[in-house]
């Protein structure tokens, strides 16, 4: 699989990653053992960038993580984690801690519970509005010289927000949403990004699935479906953005690819920087956001695309009203 690296000075990894997080929580029940199998065939395809989070399902998915890589040596594979996450014994999210004593009380939980002496990519998830982002990356700059993480990263911050922290300490990526449904970082980050050397780990490639092809209104509605409760995924929203697919379907079909396949290779195309992580919770779907490199889209493909995806084309907010006013990175930058 080809290789890009992350930042100027981050590590090289593959430059297709995979996000583990649904195998544990937010889509619905997952299977374990074919979770396992899947994160074995993405490394058996080159794979080398696994991404998880220590609150996703409260630490079951790093321990996920660590039985698939229990026969893997450890230097080929790439370990991102976001940290900083409250959650309460129901489930529900508590705010942000990133205070940096905070921040080695989590890293020595997900040490543990990865099974690894060190983190390749550790990042807050999010902004904390009570911390500075220069004491959270001091402290993260701390465990660099201390070996314990190799890169920091950041995750859905804005402009004036990285370049606070990368004047504290190297940023090796930036972890955002990016797709043909969502193209924020466009505005300014993107730009940001490039002049600093920042890499993009773009999440949310499809969407959530929904502009995969897979996703019909009859989806989801079995077991505790986190999409269910998204704007995009609901009522008028819904039938406008399915709308959408059915034009990305026709240029897939035209391409000789499926929607997924054509959308995973849109970000991938949108620059060697970028790093495109896909939430597949199965082999069959990995095999298929697999495909996206063999696809080579043509500036009349690329053409057909932008004209049916300008930039906010989605119906709806990617996030829940509450969500949408914590992060940074939908604030306008002051520069």
């Known amino acids: 699989m080809e290789q890009r690296k992350l930042g100027s000075t981050g590590p090289t990894v593959s430059a297709l990653g995979l996000g583990c997080m649904g195998m544990s929580e937010v889509y619905g029940p997952a299977d374990r053992g074919e979770s396992i199998a899947t994160i074995h065939a993405a490394l058996d395809a080159g794979i080398t960038l696994l991404d998880t989070g220590d609150f996703y399902a409260m630490g ?7 039985e698939a890589l229990k026969d893997v040596s450890r230097e080929k594979v790439q370990i991102s984690v976001k940290f900083g996450a409250l959650r309460g014994p129901a489930g529900e999210f508590a705010g942000m801690d990133t205070r940096p004593a905070a921040t080695k009380n989590f890293l020595a939980y997900s040490l543990q519970r990865l099974g690894t002496d060190h983190i390749d990519v550790y990042r807050p998830a999010r902004l904390d509005p009570n911390v500075p ?21 950041l995750s859905e911050v804005g ?4 370049r606070r ?3 504290v300490h190297p940023i090796a990526d930036l972890q955002i949403e990016y797709s043909l449904i969502e193209r924020g970082i466009e505005r300014n ?11 993009i780990t773009a999440y949310g490639v499809l969407a959530r699935g929904l502009i995969s092809g897979h996703w019909s209104k009859a ?4 077991g505790r479906d986190y999409r269910l409760m998204t704007p995009r995924f609901q009522g008028a929203n819904l039938d406008a953005n399915l709308a959408l697919v059915e034009q990305l379907r026709a240029i897939a079909t035209e391409i000789g690819a499926t929607p997924a396949q054509v959308a995973i290779a849109w970000v ?11 939430g597949a919770r199965t082999r069959n779907r990995l095999t298929e956001a697999l495909g996206a490199a063999k696809v080579t889209l043509t500036p009349a493909h690329l053409a057909a695309l932008a004209k ?22 939908e604030k306008p930058a002051t520069r």
């Not at 991938?268 to 896909?278: M, T, W």
């Not at 907010?317 to 992060?327: K, W």
């Open 60 to 66: 079951h998915n790093e321990m996920l993580v660590r």
């Open 133 to 153: 982002i220069e004491e959270t990356i001091g402290g993260l700059a701390d465990l660099v010289k201390a070996g314990y993480i190799r890169h920091i990263g």
């Open 159 to 162: 402009s004036d927000t990285i």
């Open 165 to 167: 922290a990368h004047a």
């Open 189 to 199: 980050i993107l730009k940001t990004c490039r002049e600093l050397g920042i890499s």
């Open 219 to 222: 989806s989801g509605k079995t």
């Open 268 to 278: 991938a195309a949108q620059g060697r920087e970028i790093v495109p992580l896909v």
């Open 308 to 329: 049916a995806f300008p930039p906010d084309v989605a119906s709806g907010t990617r996030y829940a009203a509450e969500q949408m006013a914590h992060l940074d990175s």
